[in-house]
């Protein structure tokens, strides 16, 4: 208990230890306010267009029941709003949402031609990212952990105090591991209570989730701190330690993260997205030249339980133009699974090669935890997918038997109601994660041995002169 | 001058001898000419697919049969976005933004199949361009390099011999600095080179513009070098130690290039917010609609357009008119519409300007930003030139429909106007979408702030070691 006291009392001595913890407190607390900001904002401006909607919907009832306009004009003027509310964790980790749109609204017509907008963001803050926790875990906190430890062995050679410290009974290298697990303790408590503090100040439940996230957090802690014991075992001096420890942080949160991405850009390269836009646009353009009844007879085909409809006349119908409409849909369809099967491929690529880098892979496990991801998107979208179906049904049943459209009708409009994923714990990653730790544990223990212990070199003369 | 070339010579034979100087250095220039190489085959890729898809729409185009206008403006065209030759250099924006716009009659939408939709999150940070890693990981090689230079001779005790032997602190330092120049030279210089031959080599015309962004992109670079061994040999003159410098200088690094940015980035749309995607396309529909509505037949914005172009017409009725009312409404309405969504789109790009020029207020402790906003303007990856571009793609789209409009309202008869269709030799007289990337001096228009700043960081450690001279308050003691 003593020895605890007093090896605390060494680690908090310095300034510069007060103030990168200081700095570390005061980033996060930015990151908890931006990420509520941020959810807050998404929720206000859903609520809105929810209340916008309603109203409109009303307008249109009123209109529609009295016969003054058309159901298909309905369809082709009333926006449906849907939107990917934020799951609980994403307050913390803001994952990619940044990028994507996240309110949209949906009209009967191509789905094709809808979906694929893209939301107004300025693409200078977009290439910098968002502040959220996932960036302060994973590319601060390794600079914080090798403030504290990678100078531990290069210290106390400098000072001379190494001879020493070797020569008492349990040897130098166990008084470094004492030190190394004591800022491990100090720094799982501030990241345990910035987690506890922001799991309070927002409505995520501890759950499974709470306790993969801290679990894969102290794993990633682990790995940084064993980078340390290696860069302590190589028994460098001040300067080449830290500038060592930089450079491992820059070569496993930039340039493989770089590597890889640019590998993935070349090696799934697609325009099949084009292909597919361009394709639904010149189907539904033809359409208009073509035979009516046969296309609409071809549209039966793929809903036979409207095939006892009224046969087209000569003006112009709704339930033609819609039946066009997602015949369009359907002619890019081979195009679009073309791109969802690239873009799948794409993603179980990218989530193999961030294996190869710790930092890399703990954001992977964060985002996928948090729901903040790829997958979560893409999960997104199909659900929208699946909801514009629900709507064309809706439409459908009353555009094929032309009955009067009543109150009770306009009631049974479908709404977009999001469904969360039930999550999946990244339990591979959480595996890789660890054995990147024993890996950089193997490395130590292949250097060190008895045999080789730490140099004892006499740090007299300059540094760069050895 | 014998002594300050003397001097730089010393410096450069002590990191001559250090092994890991041959390894690190050229390790370095392999991995920014693998990251140009690596980007320039996939700019050349989206130059290529662009084109192509460019010319299939234009295909399209030409290739519509006998139609009625109106309708023609329905089908629409589409503008592809081909990235600036030079920006395998400087990546920029290019991953964020979309590479496809869809021009129609009515509507403007937004640009579509932005790469980083595809990518999801592994670009923050690792967008591997030669400009990004000279721009973050170069200074880190220079501090490495040249932390330890003039606390190496104080500890050593030659600078108090040097100083005692009349030798000007000014020679001596311009010495130091002489070397590592020497030194950034040699890493720049091939790496240019390279860019050079994968410029002329690229499928895009190699013109002179090319050739002065990439003398204004080495000119910057060599430029930020200098930046940056100023302030570490200034951070090595203060120092008592090798190990204060270095732990300033790496802390200085990973504020300036690592958290600052992203800070700033992430706080800018708190600071000047901007409207998402489906509040702009409401305030603009509310926008519209308040000026009138050209289906309603009350409306009294389209009424008193009736009657101007009856006045103008000289004649009582609707049907009595030479020409198509149909056609005029449809233009009236275009012009309309476009003209709101300008006013809208021009406060939203204003907003960006604004939420960008945030980092203005650090250029005086950052010189990362200024490095790296003149560097995406050099290779016209910035922001401000894709909205030139959403700009000449709506430039197009509204001559387009306008030209179609006038087509509607002097070809097609108003009392055939449902079943006319005009003669398909129309479409091929529409000149096919093309844009060219504006010159160098239009990208430098607005960078007068940051060339400022660039300079004031280049004299800082002139002015720091004036100062030191006259107050002689050096440390030459061990």
């Known amino acids: 208990m003593q020895r605890f006291k007093y090896e605390l009392t060494l680690l908090w001595s310095g300034t510069g230890i007060k103030l990168a913890l200081a700095f570390y407190i005061a980033t996060v607390a930015i990151a908890l306010w931006q990420g509520n900001c941020r959810v807050l904002n998404e929720a206000e401006v859903h609520n809105s267009l929810q209340t916008n909607f309603e109203k409109n919907l009303a307008d249109w009832s009123a209109k529609v029941t009295d016969g003054e306009a058309e159901l298909g004009l309905m369809g082709y003027y009333l926006l449906t709003p849907t939107a990917h509310s934020a799951p609980t964790w994403a307050r913390l980790i803001y994952g990619q949402r940044d990028l994507d749109l996240l309110q949209q609204n949906i009209r009967l017509l191509a789905l094709e031609g809808q979906i694929h907008a893209s939301e107004i963001n300025n693409p200078e803050n977009q290439i910098t990212g968002f502040i959220d926790l996932a960036f302060i875990f994973t590319y601060l906190l390794p600079l914080i952990i090798g403030l504290m430890c990678a100078t531990l062995y290069a210290n106390e050679q400098q000072t001379n105090r190494w001879p020493l410290l070797n020569a008492l009974a349990g040897s130098g290298m166990a008084v470094l591991n004492y030190r190394l697990g004591l800022g491990f303790l100090l720094l799982t408590c501030l990241n345990s209570a910035v987690l506890a503090i922001a799991i309070l100040l927002t409505n995520i439940a501890f759950d499974a989730c709470a306790a993969f996230i801290i679990g894969s957090l102290l794993l990633y802690q682990f790995f940084w701190f064993s980078i ?176 009067t459209t009543t109150e009770a009708d306009i009631a049974q409009y479908p709404r977009f109601v999001y469904q969360p994923p039930t999550p999946t714990m990244p339990w591979l990653h959480l595996l890789v994660l660890m054995l990147s730790s024993i890996v950089v544990l193997a490395i130590i223990n292949n250097i060190g041995s008895a045999s080789r212990p730490l140099p004892q070199r006499y740090f007299w003369r300059s540094t760069r002169s050895q | 001058m014998n ?55 234009t295909r399209q185009w030409q290739e519509q049969p006998d139609r009625h206008p109106h309708r023609v403006s329905h089908f629409g065209n589409y503008a592809f976005r081909a990235m ?32 980083a939709n595809l990518a ?121 130690h090798a190990q204060s410098a270095l732990t300033f200088l790496v802390v200085f690094w990973l504020l300036a290039v690592i958290v600052t940015p992203r800070l700033l980035g992430s706080l800018a749309p708190n600071i000047y917010p901007h409207p998402s995607r489906v509040e702009f396309e409401i305030a603009l529909a509310n926008a519209i609609a308040r000026i009138g509505d050209s289906h309603n037949p009350n409306d009294p914005h389209y009424a008193e357009f009736k009657r101007n172009i009856l006045r103008q017409y000289g004649v009582q009725k609707v049907e009595d008119l030479p020409v198509n009312y149909a056609g005029l409404v449809m233009s009236e309405g275009e012009k309309q519409s476009s003209l709101v969504f300008r006013q809208h789109y021009h406060q939203l790009i204003n907003t960006f300007v604004q939420q960008n020029s945030l980092k203005q207020y650090f250029y005086w402790i950052n010189p990362f930003l200024i490095a790296r ?98 107050t002689r308050n050096i440390y030459a003691t061990i």
């Open chain 2, 84 to 115: 600036t030759p030079l920006s395998f250099f400087d990546v920029g924006v290019n991953q964020f933004v979309g590479n496809s716009i869809y021009l129609e009659g009515h509507r403007q939408n937004s640009a579509t199949f932005a790469e």
């Open chain 1, 228 to 403: 340390c014991g290696l860069i302590i075992r190589l028994g460098l001096n001040t300067a080449a330690s830290t500038l060592g420890f930089i450079a491992a942080w820059m070569v496993l949160v930039v340039i493989v993260p770089g590597m890889s991405n640019l590998y993935l850009t070349h090696q799934y390269a697609t325009d099949e997205g084009i292909a597919l836009t361009l394709k639904q646009r010149q189907f539904m353009n033809d359409a208009w030249d073509k035979d009516k009844k046969l296309a609409l007879d071809n549209f039966l085909q793929h809903y036979p339980q409207y095939a006892d409809t009224a046969p087209l006349g000569e003006a112009f119908d709704w339930k033609w133009y819609y039946a066009m409409q997602h015949l369009s849909d359907l002619a890019a369809l081979p195009h679009l699974e073309q791109y969802h099967a690239i873009m799948n491929k794409r993603r179980a690529a990218s989530d193999h090669l961030a294996w190869l880098s710790a930092p890399l892979n703990f954001q992977q496990i964060l985002t996928q935890v948090a729901q903040t991801d790829m997958t979560a998107r893409h999960d997104y979208l199909l659900q929208v997918r699946h909801y514009h179906a629900q709507l064309r049904n809706f439409y459908y049943a009353r555009l094929f038997y032309k009955t």
């Open chain 2, 120 to 240: 999801g999150n592994n670009l923050r940070f690792s967008q591997l361009s030669a400009a990004n890693l000279l721009l973050i990981f170069w200074p880190l090689l220079l501090i490495a390099l040249a932390y330890a230079s003039i606390t190496e001779e104080r500890e050593s005790g030659r600078l108090r011999q040097l100083l005692s032997n009349n030798l000007p602190l000014a020679h001596f330092l311009t010495g130091k600095i002489l070397a590592y120049i020497i030194i950034s030279l040699i890493f720049l210089v091939p790496i240019f080179l390279c860019g050079l031959l994968l410029a002329l080599w690229s499928s895009a015309p190699f013109t002179n513009d090319i050739l002065w962004r990439l003398g204004a992109l080495f000119l910057l670079y060599f430029c930020y070098s200098i930046l940056w061994l100023g302030i570490i040999l200034c951070c090595s003159l203060l120092s008592r």
């Open chain 2, 3 to 57: 002594k300050i070339w003397k001097i730089s010579c010393h410096e450069l034979k002590i990191h001559a001898r250090n092994k890991s100087f041959y390894i690190l250095l050229p390790l370095t220039q392999v991995l920014i000419i693998m990251a140009l190489v690596g980007s320039w085959r996939y700019v050349q890729q989206s130059i290529h697919i662009q084109t192509l898809w460019q010319q299939e729409a």
């Open chain 2, 373 to 470: 906003a003149i560097s995406m303007k050099v290779t016209a990856s910035d922001s401000q030139h894709f909205y030139h571009f959403e700009q000449a793609a709506e430039d197009y789209r509204f001559t387009t429909t306008q030209t179609l409009n006038e087509l509607h309202t002097y070809e097609v008869r108003a009392s055939k106007d449902k079943t006319q269709r005009i003669s398909r030799e129309h479409w091929k007289k529409f000149p096919p979408f093309f844009y060219q990337t504006p010159s160098l001096w239009w990208s430098l228009d607005s960078t007068q702030k940051e060339f400022l700043w660039l300079l004031f960081w280049l004299t800082l450690p002139l002015l720091v070691t004036h100062q030191l001279t006259r």
